[in-house]
């Protein structure tokens, strides 16, 4: 992996409600505002969406990805939202080498766009949509191990000033958004994302303790309650498969009323 790479795993908020100054996403649009900054800015971004699984890795290869708008219920301009960003075939052709190399079968995909958990994140911290970007599926197995083992494999990648961002949740439990904020469900949520938080960024663990750790996620404190289905934690394993290290940073932010957790590796 170039050493220019950045590693950055965000939680991306519900919906499109991030991009319509829903009061409940403030500080995460604070939080990807202040990370932008913060960040070189990247010559391309790969992205890894909780939001598209596939039966073998898929990688958008168009020139001019379209936007999908996979959320139903929002007021019409949800779907007026415009990300006209460039697509990069060099580097979606690089990322299959790459998985192909490490003895994962993989394809290009040249008329998907980009969905929700790609443009959202995207159009907060990159609002000039003029950087090359382009997605990686998840796999719908949904099994953590091997999705450690597709960061790994983007290891190989050499494509300076790369941003990797995985868009996920750290926590995920639709019902629990939208009830009651009870103690127990509070202390649940704080539970597992003390454990995420300690997980990742703990520089104490081994980095096979740590993939261990997060290949049996499930045996984390009220893991079930926090992801009832793990689709918005797996983008996180596949950005800590490509860095192999303790994250550098950690960023909590308030989403929806529940705690939630970014991290950065450079």
Known sequence: MSKATDVLFVSHGGGPMPLLGDPGHQDMVDRLTEL???????????????????????????????????YYGFPSEAYKIEYPCPGEPVLAQQVAQALDQAGIQARLDDQRGLDHGAFVPLKLMYPEANIPCIQLSLINTLDASTHLAIGRALQALDYDHLLVLGSGFSFHNMRAFFAAQTPEIQARNLAFEDWLEQTCGDSSLSEPERAKR??????????????????????????????????????AATILGKQSGMFYWG
Do not use: M
Request: with cysteine; proline share 8%; net charge negative.
């Open 36 to 70: 932008a900054a913060d960040l070189r800015k990247p010559s391309a971004i790969l992205v890894i969406s909780a939001h598209w699984e596939e039966a073998i890795p898929t990688i958008t290869s168009g020139t001019t990805p379209s936007l999908i708008y996979d």
């Open 214 to 251: 997060l290949a049996d996620w499930e045996q984390a404190p009220h893991a079930r309650f926090c992801h009832p289905r793990e689709e918005h934690l797996l983008p996180l394993h596949v950005c800590y498969g490509l860095a192999n290290k303790a994250c550098d940073r950690h960023i």
